[in-house]
C-alpha cells in the first residue's frame, strides 16, 4: 500500500475530508468525556519546525501524548537540516526512525520532496504556500457552529498567503463559493485561482467581498518570513481590517475566524476579536482535535 501524505487539501477525497472532519467533533466528545483512548501507543511523530509556533506545536505534541504515541520536537537550530545536511538524506534517515513526520518550513517544495524520500506519511504544518492543518479545524468549527459549509459563501479579507490558498482548496473540496478581497499585487496563486474559477472570486474592498457571506476569516498581513514588509503592507492593506461593522454586512448568521496569532488594531479590530460572532478560540482549539482525527486516519489501519 501506498504511502498517504497530507501535504494541502487535494491529498484527500472530499469524502475522507468530511469523515475526518467528523471524526475530529467525536474525538473532542471522548477527550471530554475523559475516555482514554490510545491507539498510537509506541508510536513516535518527528515535528520539524524553521518556523516559530504556538498552536501547530502544542496541538501536534498533546494529541500525541492523547492517542498514546510520542512527539519529538525538532527545530532547525539544533538540528543538521539547518546545518545544510539535504532534505533527501533527513528523510530517509527520520522516517527510518519514527512513524509520522510533521514539518513547518518554508518553501512548499521541501514537504513534497521530503515526501518523497519518506517511507512515513508527511504532514504540512504550514509552508508559505499552504496550511491544510488549519482548514481541518476551521472546517469543523463551522460543522459545529452552523452546520455543513457546502453551498455555503465564505470571504476571505486580507493577503493572498498560504492561508488564503487553502481557503481556495477547501472551496473546491468542500464545495461552497469564496469571495477573496485583497489589494491589488496580493492575490493568491493565479494557478489555484484559474482552476477554480467557478467557485473563487477577487474583490477589491472588503464590503463588496462580505456580501452574502456565512463566514469572514482573515489572518496577519505579513507573515512569518515577511517581516521586513511589515510597514509596507501596514499600508497597502489600510481599509481591510475586520470589524463588527464588515461584519453587519454580511449574512446575519456569519461568524468570524482568524487561524492566529491575531494582531488587533490591523487585519482585526480589538473589539471583533471579542464579538459574539468571533469564533477564534474554538477554532484554535480544534487544531487539536481535527489533528488527531488527521493522526489517526494516517497511521491507524481501519479494522477489516
Ligand atoms: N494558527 C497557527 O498555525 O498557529 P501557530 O503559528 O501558533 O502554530
Ligand atoms: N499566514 C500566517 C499564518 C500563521 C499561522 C503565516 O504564515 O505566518
Redesign the pocket.
Known amino acids: 500500500m501506498t504511502t498517504r501524505h497530507f501535504l494541502t487539501l487535494l491529498d484527500l477525497t472530499p469524502d475522507e475530508l468530511n469523515k475526518l472532519i467528523r471524526r475530529a467533533i467525536e474525538l473532542k466528545q471522548i477527550r471530554n468525556n475523559g475516555e482514554i483512548y490510545e491507539p498510537l501507543s509506541n508510536q513516535v511523530m518527528a515535528m520539524i519546525f524553521e518556523?516559530s509556533?504556538t498552536?501547530?506545536r502544542v496541538s501536534f505534541e498533546a494529541g500525541m501524548a492523547h492517542l498514546g504515541g510520542h512527539a519529538l520536537f525538532l527545530s532547525s537550530r539544533d538540528t543538521q537540516l539547518g546545518r545544510g545536511e539535504p532534505i533527501e538524506d533527513s528523510a530517509r534517515v527520520i522516517s527510518s526512525m519514527c512513524d509520522v513526520v510533521m514539518i513547518r518550513t518554508f518553501e512548499h517544495e521541501t514537504v513534497t520532496t521530503f515526501a518523497q524520500h519518506s517511507r512515513v506519511p508527511v504532514i504540512n504544518a504550514?509552508t508559505?504556500d499552504y496550511?491544510p492543518c488549519?482548514l481541518l479545524a476551521d472546517m469543523q468549527t463551522f460543522l459545529e457552529h452552523r452546520g455543513d459549509i457546502k453551498g455555503k459563501t465564505v470571504s476571505w479579507i486580507g493577503?493572498g498567503?498560504?492561508?488564503c490558498n487553502s481557503y481556495i482548496n477547501a472551496a473546491r473540496q468542500f464545495d461552497f463559493k469564496l469571495q477573496v478581497a485583497c489589494p491589488e499585487g496580493f492575490d493568491p496563486n493565479p494557478e489555484l485561482l484559474a482552476a477554480n474559477s467557478e467557485r473563487v472570486s477577487i474583490f477589491r474592498t472588503p464590503e463588496e467581498a462580505v456580501q452574502g457571506s456565512h463566514l469572514v476569516v482573515t489572518?496577519?498581513w505579513a507573515?512569518?518570513?515577511q517581516e521586513d514588509e511589515q510597514k509596507e503592507r501596514e499600508r497597502e492593506f489600510r481599509g481591510y481590517q475586520v470589524t463588527p461593522q464588515l461584519m453587519d454586512l454580511a449574512e446575519s448568521d456569519a461568524i468570524f475566524m482568524h487561524?492566529?496569532?491575531a494582531h488587533r488594531g490591523e487585519e482585526v479590530s480589538a473589539e471583533m476579536m471579542d464579538d459574539p460572532r468571533s469564533v477564534v478560540f474554538d477554532e484554535a482549539e480544534n487544531r487539536l482535535h481535527a489533528q488527531k482525527a488527521l493522526l489517526e486516519f494516517l497511521l491507524v489501519k481501519p479494522k477489516a
Request: hydrophobic share 25%; charged share 25%; aromatic share 0%.
Open positions: 518556523k509556533s498552536r501547530t504550514l508559505d496550511h488549519q493577503d498567503n498560504n492561508m489572518d496577519v507573515s512569518m518570513g487561524c492566529l496569532p
